[in-house]
């Protein structure tokens, strides 16, 4: 609006009009069933460095492009509008086209589809990366998902209350006037794991989501709800970087209890029999190799580490060597 707009002509626009039905809301972006976003709205993803956010983000970029959803998280564009925005203010060219592969192998798609639009802004200031945004959604009107990674690039000072408040307001009118989602990544501060600043307490008052990664002690990158505000809270999200599959898969939380019991030799006969039922659930026997592999994905613990559990359930008899060279369940009195 400039100096020579008519308020009271714009805010009749805008009356409540008796016996009109809006649309259903059109919810875009799901966690396990639970609404995370919708049309003219946006969610934010926190967390600190390192912790994980970009694998998520990647994930949930991934997910737009398949049926399936990708560690429960699914993400899906409007009908007729297919085409979803990847907006990059953080990383150089290198960590940019490593997180464009990523995207690409975690929808296993030999290329990216022609309806994902990626740009990669580090060197633009932050008043340029708006206007950017606002012309590139005025001249792609089939655009219906955007994400920002990350926010803070949008600010000068993320504790001058105006500015902050500002980027907020603009946050709410691109999702409104292009009737699109946005999904925005922020930083959290390394001592109170707040959202960062002003800008951070505002976009969380005024996001229709707000969603935390966290990364622990053990490697687990953790994706839990903070602030829904559509939605019940659902169950936390863990996934760990697997060696031998070269990428991440989601974590069992009643295996990773057994984890917290290194000594193996310790663990309790159900705890062996949990592990093993799922180590012989389709196939009956193994290579060593295949071996290793099934149970480290299973345990959650390392080659070597691995390697000394199997020497440990053959020792037990509970595993034992066939003819072939191939490993067979053998639990009779374990």
């Known amino acids: 609006m400039n100096n020579n707009t008519n308020f009271y002509e714009e805010l009749q626009k805008n009356r409540y009009k008796a016996g009109f039905i809006p649309d259903a809301e059109q919810i875009l972006f799901k966690i396990n069933d639970n609404t995370i976003g919708s049309i003219q709205s946006y969610a934010v993803i926190s967390g600190l460095p390192k912790s994980g956010k970009s694998t998520f983000v990647s994930s949930i970029v991934a997910s737009s492009f398949i049926e399936d959803d990708i560690f429960g998280m699914k993400l899906k564009t409007l ?14 060219q290198h960590d940019f086209y490593s997180h464009m592969s990523r995207i690409k192998n975690l929808a296993k798609l030999p290329e990216l589809p022609n309806t994902f639009d990626a740009f990669c802004l580090r060197k633009e200031d932050p008043g340029t990366i708006k206007k950017m945004i606002d012309s590139y959604l005025a001249q792609t009107p089939d655009c219906s998902i955007v994400i920002i990674d990350g926010l803070l690039d949008l600010c000068l000072d993320f504790n001058d209350i105006v500015e902050c408040r500002m980027i907020v307001n603009w946050l709410k009118n691109i999702t409104t006037v292009h009737n699109l989602f946005l999904l925005g990544i922020l930083h959290t501060g390394k001592r109170d794991g707040q959202t960062l600043g002003h800008l951070g307490s505002n976009t969380d008052r005024w996001s229709q989501s707000t969603l935390e990664v966290k990364k622990d ?6 994706l839990s709800p903070k602030f829904l505000r559509s939605s019940k809270n659902f169950t936390p999200i863990k996934i760990k970087y697997d060696e031998f599959e070269m990428d991440f898969i989601q974590v069992d939380n009643e295996v990773k209890q057994f984890e917290k019991q290194k000594d193996f030799s310790k663990y309790l006969k159900h705890e062996h029999d949990h592990i093993l039922n799922q180590v012989f659930k389709d196939q009956i026997s193994y290579s060593y190799d295949d071996l290793i592999k099934i149970i480290a994905r299973i345990d959650k613990r390392g080659i070597n580490s691995t390697k000394q559990y199997i020497k440990y359930l053959k020792e037990k008899m509970v595993i034992q060597r066939n003819n ?3 490993y067979n369940d053998n639990r009779i009195s374990f």
């Open 79 to 92: 009908p007729q509008r297919g085409r979803v925005c990847y907006i990059d203010t953080e990383s150089s």
């Open 324 to 326: 072939d060279g191939l």
């Open 217 to 222: 002690d053990q490697g687990y990158f953790e």
